[in-house]
């Protein structure tokens, strides 16, 4: 496809209305201060922060674990089946103004269920979100349950149980959390499981962690998509297998930039990976607490890496490409992509 010399100044703009997917969004990364506070209020839960210009301040993490910290605190004001409706709702909305087609949300269960919270009540209230997300904004939107890999095994297994009657309402399980300690191994036999029962499995590796816990989410737990995975390019041998198998990685750069994985986004691999054949994807990862949603990832990526239309193509054609839909939806959205970038004038 021959594609137009686009100015810089001009690039967000493609950026923002190109059709794409959103593969890695945890919904409970998506709670704004705003409305922790007014949940907080409806459901009469004391926060350990005065206000919402205090909690904002306190997003100064240093890692993933002083991140997850905030984020499960944040988590605590999340009791009743509105309140995971209006949570999605509020990202749903989002996300179609960034003109993202379709999205495939992450939940954790797990941070609900503790807290006593029933996981149809979690359910329930996301699904609803997705379903007049679909109606209102013809946005579509998935559910992929996660595990926490700082818990055991066998607590994933009580998670699974809990969620089966739902099983119309997720379509995959992914693996989240902590993850340097934590293995994918560790999950082999209810990633088995979940195989047998035709969920997807996804599983996040190589963000913190090492190479080998990208090859263990491969080979142990046969995993559809990797998450994160920026580790890889430390490992010759797995980016050869990445490029020839077409498993996806679903990067996420601020996030990446506010956990300190890279120094800054000048620094970040994702070209390096592009252009060694993998199918890369741009995601937002936790938007509410890393400073940005989908567009601003691909914004801010696009001027620090000087990347322009060609990338900008290719990494929505991967979306797609590493979604979980049907080949006829598929074909459908890169069709529209491939229209709209035929379109494109050098003024545009
Ligand atoms: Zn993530």
């Given at each position: 496809?021959?594609?137009?010399?686009?100015?810089?100044?001009?690039?967000?703009?493609v950026l923002h209305r190109m059709p794409k997917a959103e593969l890695h969004i945890h919904i409970e990364g998506s709670l704004e201060p705003e409305l922790i506070f007014k949940l907080a209020q409806r459901n009469g839960v004391r926060l350990p922060y005065p206000d919402v210009q205090a909690l904002r301040a306190a997003y100064a993490f240093t890692d993933l674990q002083s991140f997850l910290d905030i984020y499960y605190a944040g988590a605590s004001v999340l009791l009743k089946e509105e309140d995971f409706f209006d949570m999605a709702w509020a990202y749903l909305e989002k996300a179609a103004a960034d003109n993202v087609v379709h999205?495939?949300?992450?939940?954790?269960?797990?941070?609900?269920?503790?807290?006593?919270?029933?996981?149809?009540?979690v359910i329930r209230g996301l699904h609803h979100a997705c379903q007049r997300a679909h109606q209102e904004w013809g946005i579509s939107a998935r559910l992929i349950l996660c595990f926490l890999r700082h818990l055991?095994?066998?607590?994933?297994?009580?998670?699974?149980?809990?969620?089966l009657p739902y099983r119309e309402h997720f379509i995959g399980v992914g693996l989240d959390s902590s993850e340097v300690g934590h293995p994918p191994e560790k999950f082999a036999r209810v990633f088995a499981r979940c195989r047998e029962l035709g969920l997807h499995v996804v599983a996040h590796a190589g963000e913190e962690g090492p190479p080998a816990y990208i090859w263990q989410a491969l080979d142990v737990l046969r995993v559809q998509r990797i998450d994160h995975g920026v580790q890889a390019t430390c490992d010759p041998a797995l980016?050869?297998?990445?490029?020839?198998?077409?498993?996806?990685?679903?990067?996420?750069?601020?996030?990446?930039?506010?956990?300190?994985?890279?120094?800054?986004?000048?620094?970040?691999?994702?070209?390096?990976?592009?252009d060694a054949g993998l199918c890369v994807t741009i995601n937002s990862d936790d938007p509410a607490y890393f400073g940005g949603y989908l567009n601003d990832n691909f914004v801010q990526l696009f001027a620090a890496l000087?990347?322009?239309?060609?990338?900008?193509?290719?990494l929505a054609?991967?979306?797609?490409?590493a979604s979980f839909v049907d080949e006829a939806t598929r074909r459908g959205w890169q069709r529209q992509l491939k229209d709209f970038f035929e379109g494109l004038r050098e003024h545009d």
């Open positions: 496809m021959h594609l137009p010399h686009i100015a810089p100044d001009r690039l967000p703009s999205a495939e949300i992450f939940f954790d269960p797990q941070t609900h269920t503790a807290r006593g919270v029933s996981m149809g009540t055991s095994e066998a607590e994933a297994f009580e998670t699974l149980e809990a969620a980016m050869q297998r990445l490029a020839q198998t077409r498993v996806p990685l679903t990067v996420c750069p601020l996030s990446n930039v506010k956990l300190c994985v890279f120094p800054d986004l000048r620094r970040h691999n994702l070209r390096q990976l592009l000087d990347l322009g239309p060609r990338e900008a193509y290719q054609l991967n979306s797609f490409e």
